[in-house]
Protein backbone atom coordinates (compact mmCIF):
# COMPACT_ATOMS: atom_id res chain seq x y z
CA UNK A 1 0.00 0.00 0.00
CA UNK A 2 3.35 2.63 0.61
CA UNK A 3 3.82 2.17 -3.00
CA UNK A 4 0.40 2.83 -3.78
CA UNK A 5 0.64 5.99 -1.79
CA UNK A 6 4.12 7.10 -3.17
CA UNK A 7 2.33 6.46 -6.83
CA UNK A 8 -0.55 8.97 -5.79
CA UNK A 9 1.71 11.39 -4.36
CA UNK A 10 3.74 11.07 -7.33
CA UNK A 11 1.31 12.05 -9.44
CA UNK A 12 0.12 15.33 -7.44
CA UNK A 13 3.46 16.40 -7.56
CA UNK A 14 3.17 16.13 -11.52
CA UNK A 15 -0.11 18.17 -11.24
CA UNK A 16 1.45 20.85 -9.16
CA UNK A 17 4.07 21.27 -11.56
CA UNK A 18 1.48 21.61 -14.50
CA UNK A 19 -0.14 24.06 -12.59
CA UNK A 20 2.58 26.46 -13.66
CA UNK A 21 1.78 25.92 -17.13
CA UNK A 22 -1.81 25.90 -17.00
CA UNK A 23 -2.61 28.91 -14.42
CA UNK A 24 -4.56 31.99 -15.91
CA UNK A 25 -2.79 33.89 -13.46
CA UNK A 26 -5.79 34.64 -11.70
CA UNK A 27 -6.69 30.86 -10.51
CA UNK A 28 -4.13 30.03 -9.21
CA UNK A 29 -2.28 33.38 -8.71
CA UNK A 30 1.08 33.12 -11.02
CA UNK A 31 2.85 33.64 -7.33
CA UNK A 32 1.34 30.55 -5.88
CA UNK A 33 1.40 28.27 -9.11
CA UNK A 34 4.98 28.74 -9.05
CA UNK A 35 5.54 27.93 -5.63
CA UNK A 36 3.68 24.74 -6.06
CA UNK A 37 5.52 23.69 -9.30
CA UNK A 38 8.59 24.18 -6.60
CA UNK A 39 6.83 22.25 -3.97
CA UNK A 40 5.58 19.80 -6.96
CA UNK A 41 9.42 19.26 -8.38
CA UNK A 42 10.95 19.14 -4.51
CA UNK A 43 8.09 16.06 -3.86
CA UNK A 44 8.97 14.31 -6.84
CA UNK A 45 12.51 13.83 -5.99
CA UNK A 46 11.60 12.71 -2.66
CA UNK A 47 9.14 10.20 -4.23
CA UNK A 48 11.56 8.84 -6.47
CA UNK A 49 14.25 8.57 -3.26
CA UNK A 50 11.12 6.92 -1.23
CA UNK A 51 10.54 4.87 -4.00
CA UNK A 52 14.02 3.34 -3.85
CA UNK A 53 14.14 2.91 -0.01
CA UNK A 54 15.20 6.53 1.30
CA UNK A 55 13.22 6.26 4.23
CA UNK A 56 14.65 9.79 5.55
CA UNK A 57 13.32 11.55 2.40
CA UNK A 58 9.44 10.41 4.07
CA UNK A 59 8.80 12.92 6.26
CA UNK A 60 10.00 15.99 4.07
CA UNK A 61 7.91 14.19 0.87
CA UNK A 62 4.63 14.59 3.80
CA UNK A 63 5.42 18.15 4.78
CA UNK A 64 5.62 19.21 1.38
CA UNK A 65 2.70 17.19 0.24
CA UNK A 66 0.78 19.03 3.16
CA UNK A 67 2.09 22.68 2.76
CA UNK A 68 0.79 21.94 -1.01
CA UNK A 69 -2.40 20.93 -0.35
CA UNK A 70 -2.82 23.87 2.16
CA UNK A 71 -2.25 26.28 -0.68
CA UNK A 72 -5.43 25.47 -2.53
CA UNK A 73 -7.37 26.08 1.05
CA UNK A 74 -8.34 29.71 -0.06
CA UNK A 75 -10.25 28.66 -3.07
CA UNK A 76 -12.74 27.79 0.00
CA UNK A 77 -12.88 31.00 1.58
CA UNK A 78 -12.67 33.37 -1.72
CA UNK A 79 -15.86 34.57 -3.38
CA UNK A 80 -15.99 34.14 -7.05
CA UNK A 81 -14.00 30.72 -7.53
CA UNK A 82 -16.05 28.60 -9.91
CA UNK A 83 -17.18 25.79 -8.95
CA UNK A 84 -15.07 23.28 -11.05
CA UNK A 85 -11.79 24.74 -9.32
CA UNK A 86 -13.43 24.14 -5.93
CA UNK A 87 -14.11 21.02 -6.92
CA UNK A 88 -10.64 20.31 -8.19
CA UNK A 89 -9.25 21.76 -4.86
CA UNK A 90 -11.59 19.05 -2.73
CA UNK A 91 -10.09 16.64 -4.64
CA UNK A 92 -6.42 17.63 -4.26
CA UNK A 93 -7.15 17.61 -0.61
CA UNK A 94 -8.92 14.50 -0.52
CA UNK A 95 -5.77 12.78 -2.45
CA UNK A 96 -3.03 14.31 -0.63
CA UNK A 97 -4.87 13.01 2.60
CA UNK A 98 -5.53 9.16 1.19
CA UNK A 99 -1.74 9.77 -0.23
CA UNK A 100 -0.13 10.65 2.77
CA UNK A 101 -2.13 8.36 5.10
CA UNK A 102 -0.81 5.36 2.57
CA UNK A 103 2.83 6.02 3.11
CA UNK A 104 2.69 7.16 7.12
CA UNK A 105 1.34 3.91 8.14
CA UNK A 106 3.23 1.09 9.20
CA UNK A 107 2.63 -1.86 8.02
CA UNK A 108 3.48 -5.70 9.69
CA UNK A 109 6.62 -6.68 8.58
CA UNK A 110 5.94 -9.67 6.10
CA UNK A 111 9.57 -11.29 6.99
CA UNK A 112 9.37 -15.17 8.58
CA UNK A 113 10.70 -14.78 12.11
CA UNK A 114 13.68 -16.49 12.73
Request: some cysteine; charged content about 10%.
Amino acid sequence: MKRVGLALLALLSCIDIATLLLTDGSHPPYEIAAFDALLGATSLVLVIACWRGKSKALLPLIVLRAISALTVVPVFVVNDIPAGVVAAAAGIVAATVLGIVLVARPYPSTGAAS
